[in-house]
Nanobody, 120 residues
Framework: QVQLVESGGGLVQAGGSLRLSCVVSGRIFRLNAMGWYRQAPGKQRELVARIISGGSTNYADSVKGRFTISRDNAKNTVYLQMNSLKPEDTAVYYC??????????????WGQGTQVTVSS
């Protein structure tokens, strides 16, 4: 089995910063793309940022220039540095990973989510 465990959420004032971490553990032959999604109350889950194994990234327009996604392949960990936070960034943030537990079989996994609340 594969598990994703997020940490780093919390309450912060507008303009502040938070750093989310997500550790992937379990049966991992290869870790492919990893990403962060978020879901605000009453809204659909949306992509925030994504990073592939080679390091290329893409971001939602709403977070470009404020958020940075990175990964440490040796630690099977993905990070999301969030700066200049806004109240509209308030949401549950979910880690996502595409994992090969064995050769030739790729599966998508999700973390349990971590709450980020930005006060005005």
């Amino acid at each position: 089995q594969v598990q994703l465990v997020e940490s780093g959420g919390g309450l912060v004032q507008a303009g502040g910063s938070l750093r989310l971490s997500c550790v992937v553990s379990g049966r991992i032959f290869r870790l492919n793309a990893m990403g962060w999604y978020r879901q605000a109350p009453g809204k659909q889950r949306e992509l925030v940022a994504r990073i592939i194994s080679g390091g290329s990234t893409n971001y939602a327009d709403s977070v470009k220039g404020r958020f940075t996604i990175s990964r440490d392949n040796a630690k099977n960990t993905v990070y999301l540095q969030m700066n200049s936070l806004k109240p509209e960034d308030t949401a549950v943030y979910y880690c996502n990973a595409n994992v090969f537990p064995v050769v030739g079989a790729e599966y998508e996994y999700w973390g349990q989510g971590t709450q980020v609340t930005v006060s005005s």
